[in-house]
């Protein structure tokens, strides 16, 4: 069921007349999966999966900064020992480029109505799976931030939520001061990767109203947006929870559930751990609300925030089972379910989860602005060949000026003048 291509490189190509279900006694599926996303997989999917079909899952775990390039070395250095790729969406074309991933475009065509392609999210389905017109995957995980905040610092000292970024600075400052070292008004996520970072700096663009790049490809890293998304992280981080630059994932995750921070913009599955009392303490003592905006733009947007999606590796064994997996692992069903859980890390993929009264029941306050996010116009990263460097090249300048070694400035122009010099 799977052919080569034409030439050295490119990918294989899954049969348009491949399984999209199936029993698998006796088939074990080795999976390649993002380190936050091994709740999901391993505690809630390989359990049905074997009910279902008889087959089952081995669930490896990569660092979410090693993900692309261990799934790449899988494959290119010949040992070959995964089925299923749960891969960034920035990361496709190098992906593709290495010939890490099948093209499934033939056998989406033939099954879409099996598939259920008409149910994907409008706003994730293209960005997450097509590259270069093929089709290379599935969506998996609906990837979005919303600003949380904590309830309870806010009215202790008598402050409503922000809607722009300057109530934020309002909001950070006077926490921050007033607490002594109690609470801070804001958790900045500041690890030097695309994920951290990255999103941190995103967040500022899309509320400013920025773009990375124009509708023609051309970088816009230098834009008054840009220029003030960035000089809002240097300008918050001295009354942030210490120190931007060295919070990650579970630090800030960790720092807001306790009670530490006021805000933080962060994915969306934070409403079910805020929810849940083994992992926090404000258990009904939180809320949340669109990224705020700032200078002109009056209007919210979010950011596709380092999504992922379900691909079958090239070295697979079972390429037949992982196509009837990744169908299976993405439809509705199975999506409300990881969707539904404390700690598996996923968010909505599909229309009818998104909007379901079991999915708002779970995230509770959370669930007008998650559903504004994915239902309007996210922005998208870079997915190209060369994406994860020309973003990580984006995040090493962004740290220099949060450092204060280098002014806001000059960093943008480092990394316009790389994405630039990439294109030509």
Same mark, same amino acid.
């Given at each position: 069921?799977?052919?080569?291509?034409?030439?050295?490189?490119?990918?294989?190509?899954?049969?348009?007349?491949?399984?999209?279900?199936?029993?698998?006694?006796?088939?074990?599926?080795?999976?390649?999966?993002?380190?936050?996303?091994?709740?999901?997989?391993?505690?809630?999917?390989?359990?049905?999966?074997?009910?279902?079909?008889?087959? @089952?899952?081995?669930?490896?775990?990569?660092?979410?900064?090693?993900?692309?390039?261990?799934?790449?070395?899988?494959?290119?250095?010949?040992?070959?020992?995964?089925?299923?790729?749960?891969?960034?969406?920035?990361?496709?074309?190098?992906?593709?480029?290495?010939?890490?991933?099948?093209?499934?475009?033939?056998?989406?065509?033939?099954?879409?109505?099996?598939?259920?392609?008409?149910?994907?999210?409008?706003?994730?389905?293209?960005?997450?799976?097509?590259?270069?017109?093929?089709?290379?995957?599935?969506?998996?995980?609906?990837?979005?931030?919303?600003?949380?905040?904590?309830?309870?610092?806010?009215?202790?000292?008598?402050?409503?939520?922000?809607?722009?970024?300057?109530?934020?600075?309002?909001?950070?400052?006077?926490?921050?001061?007033?607490?002594?070292?109690?609470?801070?008004?804001?958790?900045?996520?500041?690890?030097?990767?695309?994920?951290?970072?990255?999103?941190?700096?995103?967040?500022?663009?899309?509320?400013?109203?920025?773009?990375?790049?124009?509708?023609?490809?051309?970088?816009?890293?230098?834009?008054?947006?840009?220029?003030?998304?960035?000089?809002?992280?240097?300008?918050?981080?001295? @009354?942030?929870?210490?120190?931007?630059?060295?919070?990650?994932?579970?630090?800030?995750?960790?720092?807001?559930?306790?009670?530490?921070?006021?805000?933080?913009?962060?994915?969306?599955?934070?409403?079910?751990?805020?929810?849940?009392?083994?992992?926090?303490?404000?258990?009904?003592?939180?809320?949340?609300?669109?990224?705020? @905006?700032?200078?002109?733009?009056?209007?919210?947007?979010?950011?596709?925030?380092?999504?992922?999606?379900?691909?079958?590796?090239?070295?697979?064994?079972?390429?037949?089972?992982?196509?009837?997996?990744?169908?299976?692992?993405?439809?509705?069903?199975?999506?409300?379910?990881?969707?539904?859980?404390?700690?598996?890390?996923?968010?909505?993929?599909?229309?009818?989860?998104?909007?379901?009264?079991?999915?708002?029941?779970?995230?509770?306050?959370?669930?007008?602005?998650?559903?504004?996010?994915?239902?309007?116009?996210?922005?998208?990263?870079?997915?190209?060949?060369?994406?994860?460097?020309?973003?990580?090249?984006?995040?090493?300048?962004?740290?220099?000026?949060?450092?204060?070694?280098?002014? @806001?400035?000059?960093?943008?122009?480092?990394?316009?003048?790389?994405?630039?010099?990439?294109?030509?």
């Amino acid at each position: 069921m799977l052919a080569a291509c034409g030439s050295s490189g490119e990918a294989g190509t899954l049969a348009a007349d491949a399984p999209v279900a199936g029993r698998f006694e006796g088939v074990t599926l080795k999976l390649l999966v993002n380190q936050p996303h091994v709740t999901s997989f391993r505690d809630i999917l390989a359990p049905a999966w074997n009910r279902e079909t008889g087959g @089952v899952l081995e669930v490896t775990a990569a660092p979410y900064d090693q993900l692309t390039s261990k799934q790449i070395l899988d494959v290119q250095s010949g040992t070959g020992e995964f089925d299923v790729f749960d891969y960034f969406y920035f990361g496709l074309g190098d992906l593709v480029d290495a010939g890490a991933l099948v093209d499934l475009t033939d056998w989406i065509d033939k099954n879409s109505r099996q598939i259920g392609v008409d149910g994907y999210l409008p706003s994730v389905y293209d960005p997450y799976t097509l590259l270069d017109g093929r089709r290379w995957g599935l969506p998996y995980d609906g990837d979005v931030h919303i600003l949380f905040y904590n309830a309870e610092l806010l009215e202790r000292h008598g402050l409503e939520p922000p809607t722009t970024w300057d109530e934020y600075d309002e909001i950070a400052a006077k926490i921050t001061r007033d607490s002594r070292g109690a609470a801070y008004g804001a958790i900045v996520s500041g690890q030097q990767v695309p994920m951290i970072l990255g999103c941190s700096y995103i967040n500022r663009l899309t509320g400013y109203g920025g773009d990375l790049v124009d509708a023609d490809g051309k970088p816009q890293l230098t834009s008054d947006a840009s220029i003030a998304a960035l000089q809002h992280l240097v300008d918050v981080a001295p @009354v942030a929870l210490p120190t931007p630059l060295q919070i990650g994932f579970d630090q800030a995750n960790q720092a807001f559930l306790s009670g530490q921070g006021a805000l933080l913009d962060t994915w969306t599955d934070m409403a079910l751990r805020a929810e849940d009392p083994t992992a926090s303490k404000i258990v009904g003592r939180w809320g949340a609300v669109s990224l705020p @905006v700032g200078g002109a733009n009056r209007t919210p947007r979010t950011a596709l925030d380092a999504g992922f999606g379900l691909g079958i590796s090239t070295a697979s064994k079972n390429p037949e089972a992982a196509a009837a997996f990744i169908n299976w692992a993405t439809a509705a069903r199975q999506n409300l379910a990881v969707s539904s859980t404390a700690g598996a890390g996923i968010d909505p993929v599909r229309g009818e989860v998104l909007d379901s009264d079991g999915y708002a029941e779970v995230v509770t306050k959370a669930v007008e602005p998650i559903r504004e996010g994915l239902h309007g116009d996210p922005l998208v990263w870079p997915k190209a060949k060369g994406a994860p460097k020309l973003l990580q090249d984006l995040v090493d300048q962004l740290a220099l000026a949060i450092a204060g070694t280098q002014t @806001v400035e000059q960093s943008l122009e480092n990394a316009q003048n790389a994405w630039e010099n990439a294109a030509t």
